[in-house]
């Protein structure tokens, strides 16, 4: 049974960055895609970005691209996002969650969930 955790949230400022984690534990990542989402407040959960299992071809939402980064290292079964220049709009719950197929980077691929690490952005 595949278990996925998520760290690395917290309060930042405008401007200012973190790093997502996300472990893997129960089964190896090797073989997943990995993706990350997010859900603010009364808006629909969202594809922020996406790794295959390689690691080789990834996707980020365009809201994100150019600030956000996605990255994995199999051996360590584990899976990054670096955010940079946050925004009051990225602010949001973000998972992790994995899938064996799909493309898309949207929730609906993704089979397997964490429960979520709060990241907030305020001055």
């Known amino acids: 049974q595949m278990q996925l955790v998520e760290s690395g949230g917290g309060s930042v400022q405008p401007g200012g960055s973190l790093r997502l984690i996300c472990t893997g534990s129960g089964e190896t990542l090797e073989y997943y895609a990995i993706g990350w989402f997010r859900q603010a407040p009364g808006k629909e959960r969202e594809g922020v970005s996406c790794?295959?299992?390689?690691?080789?071809?990834?996707i980020y939402a365009d809201s994100v691209q150019g600030r956000f980064t996605i990255s994995r290292d199999n051996a360590k079964n584990t899976a990054y996002l670096q955010m940079n220049r946050l925004e009051y709009d990225d602010a949001a719950i973000y998972y992790c969650?994995?899938?064996?197929?799909?493309?898309?980077?949207?929730?609906?691929?993704?089979?397997?969930w964490g429960q979520g690490t709060q990241v907030t952005v305020s001055s």
């Open positions: 969650a994995a899938a064996h197929g799909g493309s898309s980077c949207r929730p609906y691929e993704y089979d397997e």
């Open positions: 790794i295959d299992s390689s690691g080789d071809s990834t």
